[in-house]
């Protein structure tokens, strides 16, 4: 069946540091991905999407790119400011949505 | 317009009760999802609809019971609650399909003892 697999976590980076999550994934068709985040307390927000080989997300300086060759969807971000602490899910859709397991980013002044 | 609102959003339960977790949308959206979410395995789809009265399930079903009888509301019902399903539960809607962006509510954090 359809899956995603992402790095585990926690992550810790200083501020201004540069940013990768890894994620993987396993379908059986050609999915649309998805980069959600969550705040503390909150419901998640769509952060960035990309529905077809080679194309690349981005919002708010973070960006993935659709990479079917290997099967990934890596996030990146140049520089990350605190207010980029959240956890951060990967996420597949195909028929039906699934969802990584999540990846928590603390970044320190 | 409030978006997508649970009610409530905390709630004690005694294994064996039952209850009714709400979720209502004013964004005219025909899909409704609602999610769990436990630590270490992200959120996983228990039931969703594509409109009112059309719902089916999702991956982790079983125990949740669901039905739409307008385009607003999609309750979740967990009718002998069990401590395996203390979790926090969230619900979504969409536009037209599951490859469109999801918006979510705030969630419900529900404790089986």
């Known amino acids: 069946g359809n899956s995603v697999t992402q790095m585990e976590g926690p992550v810790t980076l200083s501020e201004e540091a540069f940013l990768t999550i890894n994620c993987t994934y396993t379908a059986t068709g050609y999915p649309s991905l998805f980069w959600y985040v969550q705040y503390p307390g909150e419901g998640l927000q769509l952060l960035l999407k990309?529905?077809?080989?080679?194309d690349k997300g981005s919002n708010k300086g973070f960006e993935a790119t659709y990479r079917k060759e290997t099967t990934s969807f890596h996030l990146e971000k140049g520089s990350v400011q605190v207010s980029d602490s959240a956890v951060y899910f990967c996420?597949?859709?195909?028929?039906?949505?699934?969802f990584g397991a999540g990846t928590r980013l603390t970044v320190k002044p | 317009n409030a978006g997508v609102t649970q009610t409530p959003k905390f709630q004690v339960l005694k294994t064996g009760q039952s209850m009714t977790l709400q979720c209502a949308q004013d964004?005219?959206?025909?899909?409704m999802s609602w999610y769990r979410q436990d630590p270490g395995m992200g959120l996983r789809l228990i039931h969703y609809s594509v409109g009112a009265g059309i719902t089916d399930q999702g991956e982790v079903p079983n125990g949740y019971n669901v039905s739409r009888s307008t385009t607003e509301d999609f309750p979740l019902r967990l009718l002998s609650a069990a401590p395996s399903q203390t979790s926090v539960y969230f619900c979504?809607?969409?536009?037209?399909?599951?490859?469109?962006?999801?918006?979510f509510g705030p969630g419900t954090r529900l404790t089986v003892l």
């Open positions: 964004m005219n959206h025909e899909y």
């Open positions: 990309a529905t077809k080989a080679d």
């Open positions: 979504a809607t969409h536009g037209t399909s599951f490859y469109n962006e999801q918006f």
């Open positions: 996420a597949l859709s195909f028929n039906d949505m699934r």
